[in-house]
């Protein structure tokens, strides 16, 4: 009976979303990653969170969404100097840091604002969330 509830449970749970991608600034101590986690197996959404990471100074997880389809998560990230970043997904936009990763601010998002260098963007490929870098200019 135990190791049919513990196969059961394996079921449940192997229906969950987490995984993450990452943006590597300058090597692993310097980055941002984008997270998608489903906390239960019966929802079609997920919790979409960035962390800004600038070891040793500073690591912090910020969250962007709590309902995105879970097959619908695009994040675009755009680098506008100074370790300052944009961050969009779907009609939000907010400005993150990497100086002491404390700042998330949410913007108004100008379809004709100039948002900096575009980086690349973080999307779910073949049931996986990974990091696209932006072509060269």
Known sequence: MRKLLIVSLCLLLSGCVKDFA???IDGQEHS???????????????EV?????????????HTLSLDTPADEVEVEVFSA????????MG??????ETTTCNSLVEMENDPKADLGQPVGKFEVVDDELTFTAAPAR
């Open 49 to 61: 969170q960035l962390m800004a990471t600038n070891l040793p100074q500073c690591q912090r997880r």
């Open 32 to 46: 941002l990653t984008v997270r998608r986690q489903q906390n239960y197996f019966w929802q079609d959404t997920v």
């Open 91 to 96: 009609d939000q936009l907010w400005q993150a």
């Open 81 to 88: 100097g100074d370790g300052v970043w944009n961050i969009r």
């Open 22 to 24: 990452i943006y590597m």
